[in-house]
């Protein structure tokens, strides 16, 4: 099957579409461009912080400078990973962007959030308030995945 260039088919697509449809697609369109600008000047931002260590620093990366430069990495990745839901939903006309990877995308930024967790500075409470978020993602998005293998399998509607 031959793949046809994202805007050839949106092209096509688009006499097909109704009023409100098009609208979705521009709009989709359009924030997936700005989510673009912004994951490219993150990305800019990434290597100039980089690129401004020193050697030595760059062999033994710890502490504030390894926060910054993994919280960095980890915000482009959950940013590209949101942009690729956006680009999807205008690929397939009619889907909507799904519930099940909005969680999913919560989930990967709360675990950004554990990962670059400072104990000495954070509250328990705060802590706490972010196990029991993750927690409770964890469960939505098993039951959505639960609910979505039911409904592909045709067992239950």
Same mark, same amino acid.
């Given at each position: 099957?031959?793949?046809?260039?994202?805007?050839?088919?949106?092209?096509?697509?688009?006499?097909?579409?109704?009023?409100?449809?098009?609208?979705?697609?521009?709009?989709?369109?359009?924030?997936?461009?700005? *989510?673009?600008? %912004?994951?490219? @000047? !993150?990305?800019?931002?990434?290597?100039?912080?980089?690129?401004? #260590?020193?050697?030595? =620093?760059?062999?033994?990366?710890?502490?504030?400078?390894?926060?910054?430069?993994?919280?960095?990495?980890?915000?482009?990745?959950?940013?590209?990973?949101?942009?690729?839901?956006?680009?999807?939903?205008?690929?397939?006309?009619?889907?909507?962007?799904? *519930?099940?990877? %909005?969680?999913? @995308? !919560?989930?990967?930024?709360?675990?950004?959030?554990?990962?670059? #967790?400072?104990?000495? =500075?954070?509250?328990?409470?705060?802590?706490?308030?972010?196990?029991?978020?993750?927690?409770?993602?964890?469960?939505?998005?098993?039951?959505?995945?639960?609910?979505?293998?039911?409904?592909?399998?045709?067992?239950?509607?």
């Amino acid at each position: 099957m031959k793949h046809k260039w994202f805007f050839e088919k949106l092209r096509t697509d688009w006499s097909v579409l109704t009023f409100y449809e098009r609208f979705e697609q521009l709009v989709s369109a359009a924030i997936s461009l700005m *989510v673009m600008i %912004v994951i490219v @000047i !993150a990305f800019g931002r990434v290597i100039s912080t980089i690129a401004k #260590l020193p050697v030595t =620093t760059l062999a033994d990366i710890h502490g504030h400078d390894f926060s910054i430069i993994f919280g960095s990495i980890m915000s482009l990745l959950i940013a590209l990973e949101f942009n690729h839901t956006i680009f999807h939903s205008i690929q397939h006309r009619g889907q909507i962007v799904r *519930v099940k990877t %909005v969680v999913l @995308i !919560a989930i990967l930024v709360i675990a950004r959030e554990f990962i670059l #967790l400072d104990t000495e =500075t954070m509250h328990g409470d705060t802590i706490f308030a972010y196990a029991v978020s993750a927690l409770c993602l964890g469960v939505v998005y098993y039951i959505l995945d639960v609910r979505e293998r039911l409904n592909d399998d045709g067992e239950r509607r």
